[in-house]
């Protein structure tokens, strides 16, 4: 197994986010993640991204125990991931915060490292505003910045953290050819989405989280069948009619 | 007495080499978030570090930059991965505390290995040279240590803005968390930081060392000096500093062509006077 999370635990004081997960994605993998508010799937991905220490358990990656490396280093071995409240570095350029992941993240040198950058730029779409300060986007532009960071990291694990909440239609569409591509590369992708039928249409797999337990696993079509995820997480009034990607509305920005 | 305009020269030069005092503080404080006040302490260390080589080969101060650049660079590294990286990013009392008592061992121990007596670097002609324009008299050795200053700020400001070093020390200093998610290892950068800002100690030491005598307990005074520059140019604005550095020099030498001894006086009452009226320095807190 590519990632492998052993009995991960993971408290802020008294309150337990995580109790005791595991978790195992294969190579190339395209795994969706999908839970309630505070079912802990951004904690997962910090625990994963080393951006949190779990208290206790095991995190592998290709059959390494990384447990016990810290978040820059688990960059290097080629994990990356988005904030769903974007985190620019304000200060820098467009240009130099796609930059700084290529020289440090991916660790290319001169002209590797700018073509790098340059490339993250164009696959975001965000090449025309290379030169701006990153403080001058908006926050669409700022979660665009995100995803080009985090490519430009050359990862052979992406985590997204709700990428996609917010945008048009055609924007998500976008989006989706996007990661799809970049899975197809060979990049393992984790994705926590509120927009579920957005997920569905690429995800080959899909977890449901519920107070930092794994609900439902499987093939996403049969998981969304579950009654304790309709019930639970998605609500009884699902229906299969929806292929095209639907922003739910109202429901961008209470995300958690 | 010299003219007004000979003063204001020679007050801009001096302050050229406050400012380069300045220049590793303004990087501490604005990338690092520290307060370095064992700074002062330091280039009083360089002075001697070159002092010694000078008086045991057959360098010349400037020379000895070869030898003393080296040896700050590991010093800054080792203080940085030994001690300061243990206290950095807790509290702000931390750092403040340790490097207080970093002041102190610096003091003794020069004090122990040199005695309590001044001495100075030996300047040899450059001390004396002089050249005429237009009308005023101006030394070469100020106007080198001037130059040399300019040089270092340019370099300094390129490195932080222009190169991918500097963009990832501006990250690090924006948001030290994501910093590290993207594969910047902070720890090993604030060392190399912290190298290099004694690189430029040890530079301002000797041009320091070959301008005025020094002893083991000279260094707080650098320090204030230092400290003066970087706040009155607005923290966290490189540039700013450099200006900063040029007025405190200007107003140690107008005030003291009105008395000898109110030269540090007047640097300490215009700094005191700014800060009164723009707390916030006299240029914006712009990129580092």
Redesign the interface.
């Known amino acids: 197994m590519f990632l492998e999370l052993g009995d991960v635990r993971k408290a802020y004081g008294r309150s337990v986010v995580i109790p005791g997960l595991s978790l195992a994605v294969g190579e190339g993998e395209f795994v969706g993640v999908i839970g309630p508010n505070g079912a802990g799937k951004s904690t997962l991905f910090g625990v994963i991204s080393g951006g949190l220490v779990a208290d206790s358990g095991q995190v592998k990656l290709a059959g390494a125990d990384i447990s016990r490396i810290d978040a820059a280093g688990r960059c290097h071995l080629g994990i990356a991931r988005t904030f769903q409240i974007p985190q620019p570095f304000l200060g820098l350029t467009v240009y130099e915060n796609a930059l700084v992941s290529a020289t440090f993240g991916a660790k290319l040198d001169g002209h590797e490292a700018e073509a790098a950058a340059c490339q993250a730029l164009e696959q975001t779409g965000l090449l025309p505003l290379a030169n701006n300060a990153a403080d001058t986007l908006t926050l669409l532009q700022r979660k665009r910045l995100e995803l080009a960071r985090a490519i430009a990291t050359k990862p052979r694990l992406l985590l997204l953290d709700e990428v996609a909440g917010g945008l048009t239609d055609a924007e998500v569409i976008e989006l989706l050819e996007l990661i799809v591509r970049i899975n197809q590369s060979g990049v393992t992708v984790l994705w926590i989405e509120h927009l579920v039928h957005a997920l569905v249409s690429v995800a080959q797999r899909l977890v449901v989280l519920a107070e930092g337990q794994i609900v439902a696993d499987g093939k996403p079509r049969e998981v969304l069948e579950v009654p304790a995820v309709r019930e639970t997480y998605l609500g009884s009034d699902l229906d299969d009619d929806n292929e095209v990607p639907q922003p739910q509305s109202g429901d961008s920005h209470a995300a958690c | 007495m010299l003219s007004l305009l000979e003063t204001l020269i020679n007050g801009l030069l001096l302050g050229a080499l406050y400012a380069l005092f300045g220049i590793g503080l303004s990087l501490s404080l604005g990338v690092m978030r520290m307060i370095n006040i064992a700074h002062g302490d330091l280039i009083v260390l360089g002075a001697y570090l070159s002092s010694v080589i000078v008086l045991n080969t057959d360098l010349d101060p400037l020379s000895s930059l070869l030898i003393v650049i080296p040896m700050m660079f590991v010093i800054g590294w080792l203080l940085q991965k030994l001690l300061f990286n243990r206290v950095m990013g807790r509290d702000p009392l931390s750092p403040l505390l340790l490097t207080f008592g970093l002041s102190i061992v610096i003091q003794n121990l020069l004090q122990e290995l040199f005695s309590a007596d001044t001495r100075s670097l030996p300047a040899g002609d450059l001390a004396l040279q002089g050249i005429e324009l237009g009308g005023v008299n101006i030394g070469v050795l100020p106007l080198i240590s001037a130059g040399i200053s300019v040089l270092a700020f340019l370099f300094v400001a390129h490195l932080i803005n222009r190169s991918?070093i500097g963009?990832?020390v501006?990250?690090v200093?924006?948001?030290q968390?994501?910093?590290?998610?993207?594969?910047?290892?902070?720890r090993r950068l604030f060392a190399y930081m912290a190298g290099f800002v004694l690189v430029t100690v040890a530079v301002a030491s000797v041009l320091y060392g070959m301008r005025t005598p020094f002893s083991p307990t000279a260094g707080p005074e650098r320090l204030i000096y230092s400290f003066e520059a970087v706040v009155l140019g607005g923290l966290g604005n490189l540039w700013g500093t450099f200006f900063g550095g040029l007025i405190i020099g200007v107003a140690q030498l107008l005030g003291a062509r009105i008395d000898t001894g109110l030269g540090p006086f007047f640097g300490h009452l215009v700094f005191l006077v700014v800060l009164i009226a723009r707390p916030e320095g006299l240029f914006k807190a712009g990129?580092?």
């Open positions: 991918p963009s990832a501006r990250a200093a924006d948001d968390e994501t910093a590290r998610l993207v594969g910047v290892n902070d990129r580092a």
